[in-house]
């Protein structure tokens, strides 16, 4: 066991990294060799450690099974051919955890040490962050109630994890999309904005409905009139009608992506028209009708810049311009390849480089 000031460190001495076929990768499959584990007892956060990844035990009677007191994040981490490696925006998904846990009565945690902590895990595996084009090491934080109690209240206790898992393209080719004018993601006042385990378990059965139909993902409409778009299951939805950027604006039904503010903020400093608005249904199947729909796209951190190939609403199917012709959605992927793998200035300072 090593301990620093702030971490105990206790490396596994049976690294699977050996077996590792960066090759072969499933998303969200295989993970790496150590997690990141900090409790939350007596109303504060105990010492985090670093051990190696393993199976957790946990009560039947834990209340996270019951009432679904659970919110997680998703972030990556990149490395080059030449080895250099380090973290997209952190800062940003550890604020983002904190909205989401104060919605979900959850406690806060201590940024500071979260992010050393981050830095530490990624550096003790950063053996296994893939250096391919499309690869990086996706890092799951994730935060839940541990009280073995079965009343319902807010737990008092909770554990918070990281871990990470090597990765390729969640997306190998340009989605086809549904929107969806009968079910619902998240209503005012509900917990669509924040990154709470429960809307997942919400949009499952929306979305195998949309799978056996041949769609990839659901675009979901607002709760009130199902005709505004808001986003996508995995991903927010931007789309570039004439010379124009437009993506539904944030409220609290719609997760605050960190892509899509980076996108929104790139697309500003490139001269380009931006709006962040109510987007009607309407107005989308319109200039598609009309040929002015140039581009459409999901952006998410699993997701990256996720091109839709159609959008399809009620019978009939609207489909896009061909990939070659979408050079917004192909500048932005390459600017953001480039950027991760430290082959250009970062002058947003959106990189954290750990060696
Ligand atoms: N919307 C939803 C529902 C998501 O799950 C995600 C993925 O995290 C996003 C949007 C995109 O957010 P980000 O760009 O921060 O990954
Ligand atoms: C992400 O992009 O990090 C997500 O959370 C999407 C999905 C894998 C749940």
Not at 171 to 192: L, W
Not at 224 to 252: C, K, R, W
Not at 307 to 323: F, N, R
Not at 336 to 349: H, V
């Amino acid at each position: 066991m090593i301990q620093t000031e702030t971490i105990n460190i206790q490396p596994t001495n049976e690294s699977r990294l050996p077996q590792l076929d960066f090759e072969s990768l499933v998303f969200g499959r295989t993970f790496s060799d150590h997690m990141l584990v900090m409790d939350f007892k007596d109303g504060k956060w105990q010492k985090p450690s670093i051990l190696p990844y393993q199976n957790l035990s946990m009560s039947p009677a834990s209340s996270v099974i019951h009432y679904g007191q659970s919110i997680f994040e998703g972030l990556k981490a990149f490395k080059n051919e030449n080895g250099d490696f380090g973290l997209f925006r952190p800062d940003r998904n550890i604020d983002r955890m904190n909205k989401s846990a104060v919605r979900m009565c959850m406690p806060e945690l201590p940024t500071e040490l979260v992010l050393e902590g981050l830095k530490e895990l990624v550096r003790l595996d950063q053996g296994w962050i893939p250096t391919s084009e499309m690869g990086s090491l996706y890092i799951r934080p994730v935060l839940f109630a541990t009280d073995e109690y079965i009343g319902v209240k807010a737990s008092d206790t909770y554990r918070f994890l990281i871990f990470t898992a090597p990765v390729n393209a969640y997306y190998t080719k340009p989605v086809k999309v549904k929107i969806e004018r009968n079910y619902t993601r998240a209503a005012h006042g509900g917990t669509g904005a924040a990154k709470a385990a429960g809307n997942y378990a919400g949009s499952l059965y929306p979305a195998r409905l949309a799978n056996q139909q041949g769609y990839d993902q659901l675009l979901w409409t607002d709760a009130q009139t199902h005709s505004y778009i808001e986003e996508s299951g995995t991903m927010n939805v931007m789309f570039l009608i004439d010379d124009t950027l437009i993506t539904p604006a944030l409220s609290d039904t719609i997760l605050d992506g960190i892509t899509r503010s980076s996108v929104l903020e790139l697309a500003r400093s490139w001269g380009m028209k931006v709006e962040e608005r109510k987007v009607s249904v309407q107005e989308i199947t319109d200039a598609a009708k009309e040929g002015r729909l140039k581009d459409a796209f999901g952006c998410g951190t699993a997701a990256t810049i996720a091109q839709i190939a159609s959008i399809a609403d009620g019978d009939q199917e609207y489909v896009l311009p061909e990939v070659e012709e979408r050079e917004f959605s192909k500048k932005l992927s390459n600017y953001f390849i480039d950027l991760k793998k430290f082959r250009i200035e970062d002058s947003l300072n959106w990189m954290i480089k750990l060696n």
